[in-house]
C-alpha cells in the first residue's frame, strides 16, 4: 500500500507504542533536540487534539512525584489519554481566540504563569496558498501575544482584535504574557513568505530562536516550527524591528480587517496533522 494516506513509519510506531497520533514524535525530537520540557515544569498545549503532545510532556515530566503540570487547550473536546499521563494532565474545551491572559493564567499552578507554551495550532488548510499562510500567522501570533504581552510587544505590534476587547473588559490590566522568565515558546507555521519577519519579531525577546521541520512531518506538509529559548522579559519594547505592514497580516487595520473576514470561515480551529 502506498500513497498519500497509507500508513507510515511514524504512523505505525505511534500504534506500536501507545500515543495517539504521529505528531507526538516531532515533539519527541523537539525535546530531545532542546530539552525544553524539564521536572517540574508547567506546559501549556494550545491546539492539543488529539492529545498526542499531551502524553510527551506528561512522559517528559517524569514521575508524578517530580511536579509539574501539562494543560490542554483546544476547541475541541479532547479525553486525555490514559497511556503516559497522570493526574498533572488536564483539558479544556474553549477557543483559545476568546480567552484573555488572565483566564488562561488562571488554568497555571499556583496562577504563576507556564514554563513551556506550545502552540500546534493549525487553520483548517483549504488548498488556497496565501490564505493558509495568513491564518497559520495569525494563530501563531495570537500565542506569541498570549506568551509574551504587550509589554513586550509594541502596540501596533501587539494588536490582536478579539483580545483588545476581553483587555478592556477587565480596565485594561491584562497586558503581562503568561510564559514565565526563562521560559520557552514553541509556534507551528506554516511556510510562506511571512515566516521569516514572524522569527524577527520573535528574536529580541528570546534568548534563542531557531527553526525546525521535524522529521515525522508528512513530504506534502508546508509546516515549520519556530523554536523560541529562554524568555528575556524585561527586554525593551524598542528592540522589537518594525514589521512590514504591507504583508503582515495581523498589523494595519486594513491588513486586521482581511484577517477578520477570513477568520470567519475557519480560523477558530485546534490543531491539524499536516
Known amino acids: 500500500m502506498s500513497g498519500a494516506g497509507a500508513p507510515d513509519f511514524f504512523y505505525r510506531e505511534a500504534q506500536r507504542l501507545g500515543y495517539v497520533a504521529r505528531s507526538a514524535f516531532k515533539l519527541l525530537q523537539m525535546q530531545k533536540q532542546y530539552k525544553l520540557i524539564t521536572p517540574g515544569s508547567s506546559v501549556l498545549d494550545l491546539g492539543c487534539a488529539p492529545g498526542a503532545w499531551l502524553q510527551v510532556a506528561c512522559q517528559s515530566l517524569g514521575p508524578l512525584k517530580n511536579g509539574g503540570a501539562v494543560v490542554g487547550i483546544d476547541i475541541k473536546k479532547v479525553k486525555v489519554p490514559s497511556l503516559y499521563c497522570d493526574s498533572r494532565v488536564q483539558t479544556v474545551c474553549v477557543d483559545v481566540m476568546n480567552l484573555s491572559k488572565d483566564q488562561v493564567r488562571k488554568l497555571s499552578p499556583k496562577q504563576k504563569g507556564f514554563s513551556i507554551i506550545l502552540s500546534d495550532m493549525c487553520p483548517l488548510v483549504s488548498g488556497i496558498t496565501t490564505r493558509d499562510a495568513a491564518l497559520s500567522v495569525e494563530l ?59 522569527s524577527e519579531v520573535c528574536k529580541p525577546l528570546f534568548k534563542k ?66
Not at 501596533?156 to 473588559?169: A, I, K, P, V, W
Not at 477587565?170 to 522568565?181: A, E, H, K, T
Not at 521541520?213 to 513530504?219: D, G, I, N, V
Open 140 to 198: 501563531g501570533m495570537r500565542a506569541l501575544d498570549l506568551a509574551v504581552g504587550r509589554v513586550a510587544l509594541a502596540p501596533s505590534e501587539g494588536t490582536f482584535q478579539g483580545e483588545s476587547q476581553l483587555d478592556s473588559s477587565n480596565g485594561g490590566q491584562d497586558v503581562d504574557g503568561i510564559l514565565r522568565p526563562g521560559g520557552h515558546l514553541v509556534i507551528k507555521l506554516l511556510e510562506s513568505q511571512d515566516v521569516k519577519e514572524f
Open 209 to 274: 530562536a531557531s527553526w525546525l521541520r521535524p522529521k515525522a512531518t508528512r513530504p506534502s506538509s508546508r509546516e515549520i516550527y519556530l523554536i523560541c529559548q529562554v524568555f528575556q522579559k524585561r527586554m525593551h519594547r524598542s528592540a522589537v524591528p518594525p514589521p512590514d505592514a504591507r504583508r503582515l497580516v495581523w498589523w494595519g487595520d486594513q491588513a486586521m480587517a482581511f484577517t477578520a473576514a477570513v477568520c470567519s470561515v475557519n480560523l477558530r480551529t485546534g490543531s491539524c496533522e499536516c
